[in-house]
């Protein structure tokens, strides 16, 4: 009786972490005590339609997100933004993933925002309630439980540049080129792309990138930390191909530990040391005499 009550807390407090691991990827970085008013900017994101955001899941735990406007070099329009925000939704509760590859129709990665809608919303408000809305959406893409890479063909420009840092990873293709281009908008970053910038490549040079706005080839990206390898294939199918290849080796195994390594790292970068100690402690307690650790001691039962 003692031993299955044990089992049976120890099923509940499994749940209860998970669960709470959950809540805090989906949290909310703006609230309506920030201002925010996502409803009204919900409504004024729908009226400027066109493109889409296409999600494709595959078997073997591979997402693909398709930018879908290549009319506009793939553009967010407003229902662009609002489709991005109802696929983060779909891969926050798809169980079976495990990595995630990000890129454009038409062998172009991204131009940033669509300026039909930005000269519209060019009212402070409705601006910052589009930069809250985009870095909330960007934010959950980035803690999800799924190692992701954005495949950058072609141009990253401007917010097409900051939602590849929402990304773990970056591949980029011969001849493409990432740019903050906000200087030359009279901007600055606003759908978290400097903080994420910081992260990746340094103060110093997020400082070059963004106050130079200078177009960043595939070698210089290399060379900053920015871009993970230069894919030898331009066409869409190839590329593809080669990041889905490449991708393949870090999401073998498990969706469960997958998902845990990626949900450990996320802690270790985003909480104090402490917090980050904690979660790690409760993720490692979901995986800990689960199956593939068991499968895994009886495999490998001598120490070499």
């Not at 799924?146 to 840092?165: D, N, P």
């Not at 990626?262 to 199956?291: C, H, M, N, Q, S």
Request: positive net charge; charged residues 20%.
């Amino acid at each position: 009786f003692f031993a299955e009550m044990a089992v049976s807390l120890w099923k509940n407090l499994l749940q209860t972490t998970k669960e709470n691991i959950l809540q805090q990827r989906r949290a909310s970085l703006y609230i309506a005590a920030h201002g925010y008013e996502e409803e009204l900017i919900k409504k004024k994101l729908q009226q400027f339609a066109g493109g889409s955001i296409k999600l494709s899941k595959e078997d073997n735990g591979i997402g693909i997100l398709t930018l879908n406007n290549p009319k506009l070099m793939n553009a967010f329009t407003g229902t662009m933004m609002l489709e991005l925000q109802e696929r983060v939704t779909e891969l926050e509760k798809w169980k079976d993933g495990k990595g995630l590859i990000i890129y454009g129709a038409g062998n172009t990665f991204c131009s940033g925002s669509d300026l039909n809608a930005v000269k519209a919303i060019s009212n402070s408000q409705d601006g910052m309630n589009m930069c809250m809305f985009m870095q909330n959406t960007l934010t959950r893409l980035m803690r999800l439980p799924l190692i992701s890479v954005a495949l950058v063909q072609g141009k990253a420009v401007g917010g097409g540049a900051e939602l590849t840092t929402a990304c773990d990873f970056r591949l980029m293709t011969p001849g493409s080129e990432i740019r903050f281009v906000h200087k030359h908008m009279g901007l600055v970053p606003g759908w978290g792309g400097a903080a994420r910038l910081v992260r990746i490549v340094g103060s110093g040079a997020a400082l070059r990138l963004l106050s130079g706005a200078a177009r960043l080839d595939s070698e210089t990206a290399l060379r900053l930390g920015l871009s993970e390898e230069t894919l030898s294939s331009s066409d869409e199918t190839g590329a593809l191909e080669e990041a889905r290849a490449w991708l393949s080796q870090y999401t073998e195994g498990p969706a469960s530990v997958v998902r845990a390594v990626k949900e450990v790292v996320t802690a270790g970068r985003e909480l104090p040391v402490e917090a980050a100690l904690r979660t790690e402690k409760d993720i490692f307690g979901t995986v800990w005499g689960g199956p593939a650790n068991l499968q895994a001691l009886v495999r490998r039962p001598k120490h070499k």
